[in-house]
């Protein structure tokens, strides 16, 4: 009996191929982490800005707060407080030009800005410069009741593309639609 070896013919072929599908694999899941690496970085620059931002406008109204004698203190606390809540919805937060009521980087006839007047001019700045720094950004700034200071809720607002759900953070008051993230420090002065 006369045995005869019979060659393998087209392995290497199936070979080559196998190892490009794995390759093609590799590549796709490559790709993905790339665009989902963007997708976070530019929400984590978002998220960034909105912190700058409340921190700026807590800086002013450190500022801009006056307590004169410690027998106003109660008075005087009531007034700055009053003078830098902002209870503007989103919409209308989002959607105003939000110009300075007054020139107080100039000494205006009579004298100086009133603390009043600083603080009007605080807060048209402070929202316009969300306008400009975030997708449809807004803020809502709110007194803490029943703390030994002057304390704030201060919520940056912007339109985030990958959030199509309401955001539970969002203060009720502000009717925040879906897609809108919100960011809150409390801030004490």
């Keep these: 009996m006369v045995y005869r070896l019979r060659l393998q013919a087209g392995t290497t ?5 196998v190892s490009i ?3 093609a694999i590799g590549l796709l899941g490559l790709a993905s982490m790339q665009i989902n690496a963007l997708k976070f970085q530019q929400t984590a620059s978002q998220r960034s800005e ?7 406008l807590a800086d002013r109204m450190r500022v801009n707060f006056v307590y004169t004698r410690p027998e106003l203190y109660a008075n005087e606390r009531t007034e ?4 830098y809540t902002s209870k503007a919805t989103y919409a209308a937060g989002s959607s105003s030009s939000h ?3 007054n020139n107080c980087n100039r000494v205006v006839a009579g004298g100086a800005c009133t603390s009043l007047q ?3 001019n605080d807060l048209a700045d402070w929202q ?3 306008k400009r720094r975030l997708a449809g950004g807004a803020g809502y700034v709110v007194p803490v009741a029943g703390t030994a200071n002057s304390t704030f809720d201060v919520t940056v607002m912007w339109q985030e593309p990958t959030l199509d759900a309401l955001d539970s953070s969002c203060p009720k ?8 993230r919100c960011f809150t420090v409390r801030i004490s002065i």
């Design 50 to 56: 909105a912190i700058q931002s409340s921190y700026d």
């Design 80 to 83: 700055n407080e009053t003078k």
């Design 173 to 180: 008051d502000a009717a925040a639609p879906r897609g809108v």
């Design 99 to 101: 110009t300075a009521p």
């Design 13 to 17: 072929l199936i070979e080559i191929m």
């Design 128 to 130: 316009l410069n969300l």
């Design 118 to 120: 600083v603080a009007a």
């Design 21 to 23: 599908v794995v390759i």
